[in-house]
């Protein structure tokens, strides 16, 4: 009887989990098959031809091609800006204690748990206090400030298992603290670095609740394009972009498979010794 419960809690677990998987893949499934409609309208499911037409005119698209191009280079900068910063902050929340660093420690992580819709309509009225009305600086602004609590939560999780006896080794053989730092902390605390710095790009190229609130009509981002899109002229250049920013999405999580390791990431990310 034991046996005969083991076994249907199996194949339930393995129902539960082919449900989901389902519940995750077949809408992006029905993109990809959608954005490969050889009919000049949306119609009906599933398409009765297929062409690459949507692909050949969304390369043509200014609209988008300009949203993407915003996207990319806010990406990178954001990221850039975040990671220096955001190991920075890192690493002097990790080497000092003083009183409030739990709260300092919270209040660079609360974009994590902050209404993003709430974030960008307070940078609106922040900016536009300050007098700041070039779209780029506005969401570079943003976005460095929606990345940056991902660089320090995963360079914290690696910085916790390093021991400062490594550092101060390091130092006691010559080296300065700035040698000791690039040679020995670095180099263990890696993993989050990159992880983070990776999480941060992805972020930063699909977000579009902060973005609509901070950009200008000559400066906006990919997906900001495609939401515009969607209350004008829908049609399946939509689903082409949607395909392509997932194939970014799927290319970065390969990327931090290979410099990284997922399981590092997800599991064992701190140094132990």
């Known amino acids: 009887m034991r046996r005969i419960v083991d076994d249907l809690a199996y194949w339930a677990l393995l129902a539960v989990i082919g449900l989901v998987a389902a519940f995750l893949l077949l809408p992006i499934c029905a993109v990809i098959i959608m954005?490969?409609?050889?009919?000049?309208?949306?119609?009906s499911f599933p398409p009765?031809?297929?062409?690459?037409?949507?692909?050949?005119?969304?390369i043509a698209d200014d609209l988008y091609l300009r949203g993407a191009q915003v996207s990319v280079v806010l990406a990178v900068l954001s990221t850039l800006i975040s990671t220096v910063a955001g190991v920075s902050a890192a690493v002097a929340l990790d080497r000092n204690h003083f009183l409030g660093k739990r709260a300092l420690e919270a209040l660079l992580l609360s974009p994590l748990i902050v209404p993003a819709v709430v974030m960008g309509f307070s940078l609106l009225l922040f900016l536009s206090t300050l007098g700041v009305v070039d779209g780029r600086v506005r969401l570079l602004a943003g976005h460095v400030l929606i990345t940056f609590p991902y660089i320090v939560r995963t360079t914290l999780a690696s910085l916790a298992g390093l021991r400062p006896s490594f550092t101060e080794?390091?130092?006691?053989?010559?080296?300065?603290?700035?040698?000791?730092?690039?040679?020995?902390?670095f180099p263990l605390a890696r993993t989050g670095i990159v992880a983070g710095a990776i999480f941060a790009f992805a972020f930063s190229m699909d977000d579009v609740a902060v973005s609509v609130f901070l950009t200008s009509p000559d400066v906006f981002t990919l997906p900001v394009a495609m939401a515009s899109m969607m209350r004008t002229s829908f049609d399946l250049k939509i689903a082409a972009v949607s395909v392509v920013l997932a194939a970014v999405t799927a290319g970065l999580v390969v990327l931090l498979d290979r410099t990284v390791g997922l399981e590092k990431v997800i599991g064992s990310g701190v140094f132990r010794s």
Do not use: Q
């Open 169 to 185: 080794a390091a130092m006691s053989l010559g080296a300065t603290e700035r040698w000791a730092f690039w040679s020995v902390t």
């Open 48 to 58: 009765t031809g297929f062409s690459l037409r949507w692909y050949e005119a969304l």
């Open 35 to 43: 954005s490969l409609d050889a009919r000049g309208f949306m119609g």
